[in-house]
């Protein structure tokens, strides 16, 4: 975020475009990973590296720009993270690590990845 220098002001607007980059480089390493046919390691730790890193800054982006604290943005992802698991089983019936087989499933455990480890950084 230096190089946006949201450092300096975190009110500027530059975590928030911060945060979309990361995000836009997260969601095509998630469209190239459920695309994929057969289990790609690179691909795969892409998409992990992606979700990390794009936790971080949202994590960032809502201590610091939105002023929620670390204690609101927790509330916030935590809750986020039981919605997409109550959305998961109520989807697919279960929320299984061994049954992420479908495309769907892989976006639902994705999407529940990246809240829990948002959550893991505030």
Not at 4 to 10: C, I
Not at 39 to 48: D, G, S
Request: hydrophobic share 50%; glycine share 8%; aromatic share 14%.
């Amino acid at each position: 975020m230096s190089w946006l220098h949201a450092d300096q002001n975190a009110h500027n607007g530059r975590y928030l475009i911060g945060t979309a980059i990361f995000l836009a480089i997260f969601v095509a390493a998630i469209i190239a990973q459920i695309s994929t046919t057969k289990f790609n390691p690179w691909v795969y730790w892409l998409a992990i590296v992606a979700s990390t890193t794009v936790g971080t800054a949202m994590a960032d982006f809502s201590d610091r720009s939105l002023g929620i604290g670390y204690v609101g943005g927790s509330s916030i992802l935590l809750a986020c993270v039981l919605c997409s698991l109550v959305a998961w089983y109520f989807t697919l019936g279960t929320v299984d690590v061994d049954s992420v087989t479908s495309p769907k499933a892989e976006l639902f455990y994705w999407i529940t990845i990246t809240f829990s480890q948002t959550l893991g950084t505030v």
